[in-house]
Each structure stands twice: as structure tokens, then as C-alpha cells.
């Protein structure tokens, strides 16, 4: 307990030029983090009724997520967005896409060519507004994410065209410090 004690400030001292990024985050977060299903690190299956993700999410996100719905393309800040790090779930904080599968494809949503793992996505064939296509929903709480498609870049081809409203990004602290010391 003591050891503890006295540890303490040297590692308060070392921690300390790391804390304003850390702060941001744990804010950005903050609202997340009281539910009761959102979660980076528990990667069992979410099932709630849809009045308890009506409390939840916010009416961007439920109507995308629960209800199918489409935001309007280039409406997403994340749709521009470059920086590296890890894209997630917004309804349950499931890891869904890495920022070097994203690529720019001029259709007004945040689109990659490769999900982080295989299951962290559930394929359904939709056959809506008589089109052919592949809906991809989240592989833990099953929210509507957008559709998947076959004319992406290599190394798959694929576009994972995606609603930016339901997905949640947060920059990778150690990658981010590499990037920059390489430009030194
Ligand atoms: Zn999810």
C-alpha cells in the first residue's frame, strides 16, 4: 500500500504530458459510457427492445440504426475525416473498421473495403426499394450500419458504404505520435 503510495507521483509525472489528449476522449465519451451497453472492451451480443435504444441514441442515430434509415450524403464530419484510428460502433461501442481501410469514394459516405474482423459484421441480403443489395449491421447489437458493395479498391474490392451518424472514431494515441515524429 505504502510502495503504491509513493509510486504515485512519478507516475502522475510521467502520465502528465499525455493527459490533455486523454482528457478529450474520456469526455467525448462520457454520455456513452453511462449506458448500459456501450462498451469498447465486452464483446458479448447486445439484444434490447427498441424503446430502450430509442432512450439511447439520439434521433440521428435511432432512425439509422434501428430503423434502417439513410443520413444525407455528405452531411458526416467523419466522411472527410483522415486521421488513424479505430472506427466503432456508435450504438454499442463494437470495433468495426480501421482508418487505413477508408478510402475516399465520392459517394458522400464514410466508405472502407474491409471490416476489422469478420465478425464484427452481419451481412443480410436487402431487397428494398427494388434494389439488389447487402446490408451490413453491426455484429453485436445488430444496428444498421449501411450497405456493402462490389465495387471497392483492392486488396477486396468491396465498399462498406456506412452512415457516419453510427459510427463513433477515436484516434489511436500511438499511431498518432508516430505520424507525427516521422514528419520530424
Ligand atoms: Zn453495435
Given amino acids: 500500500m505504502i510502495k503504491t503510495m509513493l509510486c504515485l507521483p512519478l507516475i502522475m509525472a510521467i502520465t502528465s504530458c499525455q493527459s490533455q489528449t486523454k482528457k ?14 456501450y462498451s469498447k472492451t465486452d464483446s458479448s ?26 443520413e444525407r450524403p455528405w452531411t458526416s464530419p467523419l466522411e472527410k475525416n483522415k486521421e488513424i484510428g479505430t472506427y ?6 463494437n ?42 449491421q453491426c455484429g453485436r447489437c445488430k444496428s444498421h450500419l449501411g450497405h456493402v458493395f462490389n465495387d471497392g479498391p483492392p486488396p477486396t474490392g468491396l465498399r462498406y458504404c456506412i452512415n457516419g451518424v453510427v459510427l463513433d472514431f477515436e484516434r489511436a494515441q500511438e499511431a498518432q505520435k508516430k505520424f507525427t515524429e516521422d514528419k520530424h
Fill in 24 to 37: 478529450t476522449e474520456t469526455k467525448m465519451d462520457s454520455t456513452k459510457n453511462e449506458t448500459k451497453v
Fill in 45 to 70: 451480443k447486445v439484444v434490447l427492445p427498441e424503446n430502450e435504444w430509442k432512450k439511447i441514441l439520439t434521433p440521428e442515430q435511432f432512425y439509422v440504426a434501428r430503423q434502417k434509415g439513410t
Fill in 88 to 93: 466503432y460502433c456508435a450504438a454499442c461501442g
Fill in 95 to 136: 470495433a468495426l473498421f480501421k482508418s487505413d481501410t477508408k478510402f475516399e469514394s465520392g459517394c458522400g459516405w464514410p466508405s472502407f473495403y474491409e471490416p476489422i474482423t469478420k465478425s464484427s459484421i452481419i451481412y443480410t441480403p436487402d431487397n428494398s426499394h427494388n434494389m439488389d443489395r447487402t446490408e451490413v
